[in-house]
Structures are given as C-alpha cells and as structure tokens.
C-alpha cells in the first residue's frame, strides 16, 4: 500500500477509535526553563496542574546557562524524543528528559539582532519549531525544519505589529484549531498588563482577535507574563507569571471566547523563564509472541516501536516489525481499549491480545521485505492526528504473522497504549 494511503487509513482508523476514549483528565503537566533557587543558573522544572489543585513543581534538569534579559527564555516539546527545546534567548538546546543530555545545541538565529529568543513551540508533529523573538516595541516569528536533529531555519520570518512600549514574551500553539497564542505585556511602573493575541497557524502575524488577563499571583513577585503553554486535550492555554500559572479555558479561539481557571502557585522557588506542555501518553509491554510450527523457527521475531511516545499530534509515531520468517505477509491488529487477557485459537501458537469487539482494525497484508529465512522486516507508520477527540484513548497493537503458507502463522509481541 502506497505511503499517502496508508497514513489516510490509519488517520480514519484513529479518528474512529476517538470516540472509545476515555473521558478525558483534566491533569495537565507543564515543563520549562526556570531559575534555580538562587537566580544564578537556569533549570528544567514540571509542575502538575488540574482543575482542582496543582502540585508543587520538582527540578527536572539543570540548564547550564540563565535567560537574560526578564523576559528572555522559551520552551517546547517534542514527543519524538520526549525532549525539551530551551532557549536562554541566544541559543537553541534540546534537552533529553531520559537523563538531562543535551541532544541539540545551536546559536539561535533571530531576524533581529537587538532581539532575544522570548518563546518556542513545536508544531507539525514536533517536525517545526516555531520561534518567537521580542525586544521592547518589536517582536517577530520564524520557524525551524527539526525533521532530523539538524537545525534548519526555513524563510518564512514576519513581524508581529505591536507598540513601542510593548513586547512579546510567551508562545504556544494550538494544532487542533490551528491557531497561534503569543502573550503581549505592557509594562507599567506598579503592575503589568498582559494581553493573549491569538493568529491562525497560516498566517502567524496577522491578530485575529486579543484580550487582557488578570495578573496571577501577587503583582510585586511578577506582573508580567513570561512563557505560554496550550494543551490540546483540555484546550486550556497556561499564562506564567514568574511563580504562578493561569489556567484559561479557550472556548473559541477563533472569537478569543475564554474563561479563566485558578491562578496555580508553582511551589518551588525560581521564576518561569519558558513554558511548554509535556504528553503523559505511554506505551507499556504487555505480552510476549511466539512462532507457530509452520513457520521457520525465528526466536528473534519482534515488533519494536518507534518515533517518540503516542502522543496527540504525533505524526512520527509507529511500529516496526524485525526478524520475521521469510517469505510472509503481516497483519496488524489495532484493538479499541486495553488488551485483553487473550483469546487463543487452534491455528495459532499463542493468543490475540487486542480486543475483537468492535471498533477493532486489521491494517494489511503487508508483505515482508529482507534476505534470509529470519530477518523479514515491515515499517508501519501510524501517524497519530492532532485531534482532542483521542485524549484518554486506549489501543492494543499486536502483528499476525502469515508464513509461507496461510495455515502457518506467529504472533509478535504486543503492546499497549494510551494517547495523552
């Protein structure tokens, strides 16, 4: 099946899962760059916040350089490395959070040169990243090609229209709608105004519609906003002001239709520098295959994940299946729901994990390619929409493995996720 077919299926077959998912959490977790206790450095820090309470935030990661001048700083993550891009406002860096390794690190390049990197946001699957640069009565936006972990910065720069006394130090992006979130701040001698200017991804700097928040927190440890983050599951759009969040609920962006949620107290000492949305998608291990006596004996048979975590909006997100029996076609089951405790069958050496009850898809035959009796190999992309509608959703993934003859089958391991 071409490439182009195959990714429309699985974007339908997803679709049509949305509506088993669970109801959805209203748990968010916000990662960014922040100052350590002491103002000296930069750190990652996350912070779980909800409709009822937020919990204190916990250092993730120290940042090795500290984002100048206040309003300096951005954050965005990338779910195809479960990765944070930071930036202290002169430079790029990508952030494992695995084990805090710095993957990326590159000079930013602003349009500007009076100008600091204010705020990031990733978007097209984690594939563009998206910069926002700002000095007082100036900021712009540009993007990235992070396809690979080269850093390409694209031609598509623009001028946001702001006053002279303004400047724009928070960004996040919404691909559901489509729409692009920058903060605008004026800043006055006792307490801030802030404005949240929403834009359509198409045509990033040009307003569709602004208006004022109300400063969270006490005014005298920050007025002014300093990083934005969206989640696409609750569609809430998260305002720092240095130790506290406002949660706003965007209703309509397109008409900047809003509510607001309670301020959230970060907890933990450090100003918010960038702000971001980390997914709490997972995808656990849940049984093992085997080879059925038809079939060339292949212990190594497996089907191993790739492209990050199954997040909403992840395009590079899929399975691989390695070391199969040659010659073979393949079939994979995509079952609504949890795995089940299997259903076993006489023609097969093992058990059928993902539910059969419906919805449940069957994406194949896929023929195996490779040379020698055991190392048949098939890459399925399974690009998950940007689509609200599978928060919470839970899918069993598990191969059928047809051999030479289609009395002969093995079965690989399965896998269980849940898209956040």
């Known amino acids: 099946m071409p490439t182009t077919t195959l990714r429309s299926v699985l974007f339908s077959v997803l679709a049509a899962l949305a ?15 922040a100052d350590d206790a002491t103002a000296s450095s930069g750190e990652l820090h996350s912070q779980t916040v909800d409709a009822a309470a937020c919990k204190a935030a916990t250092v993730i990661c120290n940042a090795a350089r500290l984002a100048v001048p206040a309003y300096a700083g951005g954050a965005a993550y990338d779910p195809r490395h479960d990765a944070t891009w930071v930036s202290d406002g002169k430079s790029l860096e990508l952030m494992s959070l695995a084990n805090c390794k710095v993957m990326v690190s590159v000079p930013a390049q602003v349009m500007n040169p009076a100008a600091v990197v204010s705020g990031l946001a990733c978007y097209d699957g984690g594939r563009r990243l998206l910069q926002l640069e700002t000095m007082p009565g100036y900021a712009a936006l540009r993007s990235y090609d992070v396809t690979t972990l080269a850093v390409v910065p694209l031609r598509d720069g623009c001028t946001l229209p702001l006053p002279t006394n303004t400047y724009c130090a928070g960004l996040a992006i919404d691909e559901a709608s489509g729409t692009v979130w920058v903060s605008v701040t004026e800043p006055r001698i006792l307490t801030a105004r802030n404005f949240m200017r929403a834009s ?19 005014p005298l440890i920050g007025s002014e906003v300093t990083g934005l983050a969206f989640d696409i599951c609750t569609s809430r759009l998260f305002a720092s002001f240095s130790l506290h969040t406002l949660p706003i609920k965007i209703i309509d962006a397109a008409k900047c239709s809003y509510r607001l949620e309670p301020c959230c107290d970060k907890g933990l000492a450090g100003k918010w520098r960038g702000l971001a949305l980390r997914s709490t998608a997972s995808l656990r291990f849940y049984a093992w295959g085997c080879t059925g006596k038809g079939c060339q004996n292949c212990p190594n048979l497996r089907t191993l994940p790739f492209g990050g975590l199954p997040a909403v909006g992840n395009s590079a997100f899929g399975f691989d299946l390695v070391d199969a029996p040659l010659p073979s076609f393949a079939i994979m089951i995509v079952g609504a729901g949890r795995c089940t405790k299997g259903l076993g069958l006489p023609f097969l050496c093992g058990a059928i994990y993902p539910s059969l009850q419906p919805p449940t898809f069957f994406l194949g035959p896929f023929a195996l390619t490779g040379s020698g009796q055991c190392q048949g190999t098939l890459t399925l992309p399974l690009p998950i929409p940007a689509d609200p509608g599978l928060c919470g959703a839970e899918l069993c993934f598990q191969w059928v493995v047809i051999c030479g003859s289609i009395s002969d089958y093995a079965l690989t391991s399965t896998y269980e996720a849940t898209l956040r």
């Not at 700097?205 to 006490?218: A, H, N, R, S, Y």
Request: aromatic fraction near 2%; include cysteine.
């Open 19 to 33: 509506a088993t998912s669970a109801a959805r959490s209203q748990v968010s977790t916000l990662i960014g760059l």
């Open 200 to 218: 359509r991804l198409s045509s990033k700097c040009v307003p569709l519609c602004e208006f004022e928040i109300p400063v969270c927190g006490p």
